[in-house]
């Protein structure tokens, strides 16, 4: 079982659409949460990071549970700019950062 | 907001030759850094832990010996991809923490990435 697993992806929507993306992670002991952006052949750039209270950044929100094991992301709204890969990511923080990446979920908004 | 660098950004080698990448964090001082690469399509996956002033600590798989990596100084991590191979053709970036303590909160910052081909 992969340490980070997300959506296959790719997610198409319309502009104005919201749009929900789910992960889930393995290790119980993981420590902290993020969601990455990524665009093409670029480096990734955090978007959020997820607290278990939930947390809200404008038309972005992510949820975690850490009963469940899942972490997700929600778009509202969603702009052309918002075309990306979305990065679930998980610290296990082993005595020090160590992030997990998922694979990413791609998401294209159109006209 | 903290600022990681690396060079070259992309860079095209015969199969046999070495290769340095370099990553520095300009505007913060950096104990430790990380070195990620990520083939197409595939998510990012860490390689090494770069420590200032000790070895570098590797992930299982990945090979000491043919990824050297040295960590100079406060700034500055250097990735040398020994004796290349098309199967190295990969996406190398490097990240770093603003935080010295290592604590979780700490945010990683990413260099912009250094796409090499080995032909």
């Known amino acids: 079982r992969k340490e980070v697993e997300q959506d296959p992806g790719p997610f198409n929507v319309p502009e104005g659409a919201t749009v929900a993306f789910n992960c889930t992670y393995s290790n119980s002991a993981s420590q902290s949460f993020f969601w990455y952006r990524q665009d093409c052949r670029k480096e990734p750039k955090l978007l959020m990071s997820?607290?278990?209270s939930g947390n809200e950044d404008g038309r972005f929100t992510a949820q975690l549970n850490r009963a469940s094991q899942y972490i997700s992301l929600l778009i509202r709204d969603s702009k052309l700019s918002d075309s990306a890969t979305y990065l679930c990511v998980v610290n296990l923080n082993t005595g020090f950062q160590k992030l997990v990446f998922g694979t990413g979920t791609r998401l294209l908004v159109s006209p | 907001g903290a600022v990681v660098s690396q060079h070259p950004s992309r860079v095209i080698c015969k199969s046999g030759t070495s290769v340095k990448i370099e990553c520095r964090s300009l505007?913060?001082?950096?104990?430790?850094m990380f070195w990620y690469r990520q083939f197409p399509k595939k998510s990012l996956m860490l390689m090494a832990t770069s420590n200032e002033g000790s070895k570098a600590t590797y992930e299982q798989g990945v090979e000491k010996d043919k990824f050297l990596i040295n960590h100079a100084s406060l700034t500055l991590s250097t990735l040398t991809v020994t004796s290349a191979h098309p199967e190295d053709s990969s996406f190398y970036i490097c990240?770093?923490?603003?935080?010295?303590?290592?604590?979780?909160?700490?945010?990683?910052?990413f260099g912009p990435g250094t796409r090499l081909t080995v032909l």
């Open positions: 990240s770093a923490p603003t935080g010295s303590s290592g604590s979780s909160t700490d945010t990683q910052y």
């Open positions: 997820v607290y278990s």
């Open positions: 505007d913060f001082q950096a104990t430790t």
